[in-house]
């Protein structure tokens, strides 16, 4: 199995920036791509963003429009989201999720409320 820690939640202002970072442990050679996802109180879970094994980011929200970068470190067993600009809207649960070998894995998440 895999554990995945997300780790850089808090409060921030508008405007300001914010780094979330994943560990995962447990069989880590197992985990193909893996994504950031984030969700607030009444609303579905979205998307963040999702990057490959190899570290190619391949899909994000379209909340995002350009703020957001997701890097990938396979030797650190890390995936890092880089938040730029946050705005209010921004604010919610952000979990890291790592598909591995037919289980879904998630991190227990991690709060970002961001102020005006």
């Known amino acids: 199995q895999v554990q995945l820690a997300e780790s850089g939640g808090g409060l921030v202002q508008a405007g300001e920036s914010l780094k979330l970072s994943c560990l995962a442990s447990g069989k880590t050679w197992t985990i193909g791509g893996m994504a950031w996802y984030r969700q607030t109180p009444g609303k579905e879970r979205e998307l963040v963003a999702r990057?490959?094994?190899?570290?190619?980011?391949?899909e994000f929200g379209d909340f995002v429009k350009g703020r957001f970068t997701i890097r990938r470190d396979n030797t650190k067993n890390t995936v890092d989201l880089q938040m730029n600009n946050l705005t209010p809207e921004d604010t919610a649960v952000y979990s890291c999720?790592?598909?591995?070998?037919?289980?879904?894995?998630w991190g227990q998440g991690t709060q970002v409320p961001v102020s005006t």
């Open positions: 999720y790592a598909p591995a070998q037919g289980f879904d894995s």
């Open positions: 990057i490959t094994r190899g570290g190619v980011p391949r």
